[in-house]
C-alpha cells in the first residue's frame, strides 16, 4: 500500500515502537454485546485458492489495524462492487507481491460490505482463541488484525456507510479477542505509511470511542510516534532535523522544513542503521523510504537533561518551547516524554 497509491483497485516496527501505556481513559458505558456483523466469506466473493498453507497461530491477535486501499474512491457501493474490490486485492497481493493469499483479514467496502480476505480469517475469528497470520504489518503481523478500507482518505472522508459497518466490525473484533480499545490503530503507528490517511487516521479516537460506547469498555487512545513527511513545517520537524544530526547525519538543514533535503536525511538515517523500509505493502504507493515514523523515532531519542548543549538537547528544547511548557535544568526528558512533546 513503488508505483502510484492512488491506481490500486480502479478495477477491482515493531510493537516496541508503540507506547505500552494509553493515554487517559474515557469512562465505560454499560452497552449489550455486540453481535456478529454480516462478513461474506472468500467462497461469496469467488477466491483463488491460496498458493500456500495458511498458518494459524495458537495465540489471539492483541490489535487491531485500520488500512485503507489508497485506491479510487469509487461511486460504486454495490455488493457486487465489494464482491470485485476483495478479487482485485487478492490478484494484487499475489500476483504482484507474491503473497499466498490476501494480505489482510477483512475488507470493508465503500458500501459497508464487510469480506472475508486471507482465507480462514472468518472461522477463525468466530472461533475467538486463534489467529490468521496476515501479511499486512510489517514485523507485527503475529499480533495484528488488519482491516483494509476501501478508498484513498488523505483529504476526503470516508462514507457513512463504511464508517458505520467499521465501527461494528471492529467492535466485533474486539470483543471476539478482548482487545482493549486503546489497541485500535491505525497502520502508520507500526511502520512509516501514509496508511490509512490522514483523515481516517484522525478519526481513530472517535472509532474507539464509539467501539468503547458499544461495549461499554472504557476508551482510551494509545501513545504513540508521529509521521512526518514532505510538506510538513515547524518546530517537530527542527527537532527531527537536530535529531538526525546527533546521530551523524550532519547534511541535514536546520531550517524546520521537510523538503527534499530532510527526505533523503531520513532515507540515508534508515539505510545506515538498517531500519527496514515497511511501506504499506498492501496496496501500492508512492516512495516512503523518507517518511519518520514509529520505527524511526525510538533510534532518534535518547533521555537528555534538558541543559544539554548537545544537538538533543536542543531538540528537546525546541519541543518544550514550541509546547509553552517550563522545565528546571535539571529535568530529564525521556522517551515518554519525548513522546508526549511530539504528539
Avoid at 469480506?115 to 482463541?129: D, W
Amino acid at each position: 500500500m513503488s508505483i502510484n497509491r492512488r491506481a490500486l483497485l480502479r478495477t477491482g516496527l515493531t510493537v516496541g515502537a508503540l507506547g505500552a501505556t494509553a493515554g487517559l481513559a474515557r469512562p465505560a458505558l454499560a452497552a449489550p454485546a455486540v453481535g456478529e456483523p454480516q462478513i461474506y466469506d472468500t467462497r461469496n466473493w469467488g477466491a483463488r485458492p491460496p498458493n500456500g498453507t495458511i498458518q494459524v497461530l495458537n495465540q489471539r491477535p492483541t490489535f487491531i489495524v485500520v488500512h485503507h486501499t489508497a485506491g479510487a474512491n469509487s461511486t460504486d457501493l454495490s455488493l457486487e462492487h465489494a464482491f470485485a474490490i476483495s478479487r482485485g486485492i487478492q490478484n494484487f497481493h499475489m500476483d504482484s507481491r507474491g503473497w499466498i493469499d490476501s494480505g489482510q483479514q477483512l475488507t470493508n467496502s465503500r458500501g459497508g460490505f464487510v469480506t472475508e480476505g486471507r482465507h480462514r480469517s472468518l472461522e477463525v475469528l468466530t472461533a475467538r482463541n486463534r489467529h490468521v497470520m496476515g501479511a499486512h504489518v510489517a514485523n507485527n503481523n503475529s499480533t495484528c488484525i488488519g482491516i483494509e478500507n476501501e478508498g484513498l482518505y488523505m483529504e476526503v472522508n470516508v462514507t457513512t456507510r463504511l464508517w458505520a459497518s467499521l465501527v461494528h466490525l471492529v467492535a466485533y473484533i474486539a470483543q471476539q479477542y478482548a482487545i482493549p480499545t486503546s489497541r485500535i490503530m491505525g497502520h502508520r503507528d507500526f511502520n512509516a505509511t501514509l496508511c490509512p490517511g490522514d483523515v481516517l487516521y484522525r478519526r481513530l479516537p472517535e472509532l474507539r470511542t464509539a467501539v468503547g460506547r458499544l461495549l461499554g469498555a472504557p476508551v482510551s487512545d494509545p501513545d504513540t510516534w508521529p509521521l512526518l513527511r514532505p510538506g510538513d513545517t515547524g518546530a517537530k520537524v527542527l527537532a527531527a532535523q537536530h535529531l538526525l544530526r546527533a546521530r551523524g547525519i550532519t547534511e541535514v538543514p536546520l531550517d524546520g522544513v521537510y523538503g527534499p533535503a530532510m527526505f533523503a536525511a531520513v532515507q540515508r538515517f534508515g539505510v545506515r542503521d538498517a531500519i527496514p523500509y515497511e511501506p504499506c505493502y498492501g496496496c501500492r504507493h508512492d516512495d516512503e523510504s523518507g517518511l519518520l515514523g514509529a520505527s524511526g523515532w525510538p533510534l532518534l531519542v535518547r533521555p537528555v537533561q534538558v541543559d544539554e548543549p548537545d544537538d538533543v538537547g536542543k531538540a528537546a528544547r525546541i519541543l518544550l518551547d514550541a509546547a509553552g511548557r517550563r522545565a528546571g535544568t535539571d529535568t530529564l526528558i525521556d522517551t515518554p516524554t519525548w513522546r508526549s512533546l511530539l504528539r
